[in-house]
Each structure stands twice: as C-alpha cells, then as structure tokens.
C-alpha cells in the first residue's frame, strides 16, 4: 500500500481544504447551501481522493483516484474565481493554491502514466 503522508499532492490537498474551511467561513448566510457547500465538498474531496487511491490495490484504480482529485482541485479553481467575482474572497490565494494543488497533481499522474513512479 501506498502511503498518502509521503505524497507532496496530498500535503498541498489538506493545507487548500483547511484553506476553503476558513476563507469559506465569511461567506454570506444565503449560500451556506449554494457555493460554500460546493467548494468545501470540491476540497475535501481531493485529499479524500488522493487518500482512498493511495489505499487502493491497482495502479489503474490509484490513477482514477487521483484523476478525480484533480478534477475537483480544477474545480475548487473555478469556484474560488466565481467567489471572487462575486466580491466573496478578497485576493486569489484560494485560487492559486487550488491550481499548484492541481499541478502537482498531474505532475504524479503524468509521472504514474509514464512508469516514473511516485516522485511529485
């Protein structure tokens, strides 16, 4: 088994769904069920990705995992754009921290795809 701690993809996925927790936290009330709900469920959902595939037997399996992470760190990008715009998020920390996550991401899935193992 694979061991998600030793992974720089997974420390960048918790510190950015702490981030969303917190920069979330100011949101108005009227979208505690709209937009803070979807970005909170788009971070939590890429180290819980990258944990569940870590536990998986499959390389193929490891890949799908990871492939969905990475679609919701792409996610979380758009939504933190969107809070901005929305005048939510003061700077776009949130977003910028979303897409490092997500380019180290398809660093490790490139390297995984090329039989590079799991340097990233």
Do not use: W
Not at 23 to 40: D, N
Not at 57 to 67: G, Q, S, V
Not at 86 to 110: H, K, P, Q
């Amino acid at each position: 088994m694979r061991d998600h701690r030793n992974l720089k993809a997974f420390e960048l996925a918790d510190a950015l769904a702490l981030q969303t927790y917190l920069e979330t936290s100011t949101f108005p009330r009227e979208e505690i069920y709209g937009l803070t709900s979807q970005m909170r469920r788009a971070a939590v959902s890429v180290p819980s990705n990258i944990v569940e595939g870590c536990a998986r037997n499959t390389e193929k399996d490891y890949l799908r995992f990871l492939d969905d992470a990475y679609g919701s760190a792409k996610e979380l990008g758009y939504q933190s754009s969107l809070a901005k715009r929305l005048g939510y998020l003061s700077d776009n920390n949130l977003e910028e921290s979303a897409a490092e996550t997500a380019r180290v991401l398809n660093g490790l899935i490139n390297a995984l795809r090329k039989g590079g193992g799991e340097q990233p």
